[in-house]
């Protein structure tokens, strides 16, 4: 059971590259979820899509971009990196947006930008 | 506005001592009420949730807690503390409809011999 799936697991940007945080599910989730996570700051939604075809800003959604391939895929990408971007990054999905939705996390993928 | 409070941001308990840590919330309406650990390295696993009848919910690992509306809390207990429970504990909150969980800025608990 692969569960949620996040590629890259690493990577290094120098400032004003762009990237995309690959992001697949197999478990016939509903609706997924793009969070950073910063020391002292907890997880902060950067964008979510409550069902394919739909996506919707979070807390935090400047300097991102999103798509929802498929049911199984949502991309995160950052079109012109920056130092603040900086994070780990989680890729959730779950069932339903609405309760009852537990979040099942991807393992997540670190990003520094130089 | 709706928060989610961890007054804690890191405990420090020695192996076999219990443990509680706080979770409040501000919402207008009892909302579904989550805990997480995050263990070095890893994604969020879901301990426990709340989303009505007993107060006191039973979770994986051992973990318990027990929701509070007079006080607008979530307090996650154990009564012996494990040196594998070293991890970052997060509570999280949601409302019905189609909203995302919000996210508590997380307690780390680390656990001495």
């Known amino acids: 059971n692969a569960g949620v799936t996040q590629t890259p697991k690493f990577q290094v940007l120098k400032t004003g590259q762009s990237m995309t945080l690959q992001c697949a599910q197999d478990?016939?989730?509903?609706?997924m979820y793009w969070y950073r996570q910063d020391p002292g700051m907890g997880l902060r939604l950067i964008y979510y899509?409550?069902?394919?075809?739909?996506?919707d800003k979070g807390e935090v959604p400047n300097g991102y971009n999103v798509s929802r391939l498929n049911k199984r895929e949502f991309s995160l990408r950052l079109e012109s990196a920056a130092p603040s971007q900086t994070s780990v990054y989680f890729c959730a999905s779950s069932l339903l947006a609405g309760m009852p939705g537990e979040l099942f996390f991807g393992e997540g993928s670190r990003l520094t930008v130089l | 506005a709706q928060s989610v409070t961890q007054p804690d941001i890191h405990i420090t308990v020695s192996e076999g001592a219990s443990l509680e840590l706080r979770c409040n919330y501000s919402y207008g309406a009892t909302p579904y009420l989550f805990w997480y650990v995050q263990s070095p390295g890893q994604g969020l696993q879901l301990l426990l949730k709340y989303f009505s009848g007993d107060t006191l919910v039973q979770g994986i690992k051992g973990f318990e807690a027990e929701f509070k509306r007079s006080q607008s809390s979530f307090n996650l207990r154990k009564p012996s503390v494990h040196w594998s429970d070293a991890a970052e504990y997060f509570c999280?909150?949601?409302?019905?409809?189609?909203?995302?969980?919000?996210f508590g800025k997380g307690t780390r608990l680390s656990v001495i011999a």
């Open positions: 478990m016939n989730h509903n609706s």
């Open positions: 999280a909150v949601g409302l019905s409809g189609n909203t995302p969980l919000v």
């Open positions: 899509s409550a069902s394919e075809g739909t996506t």
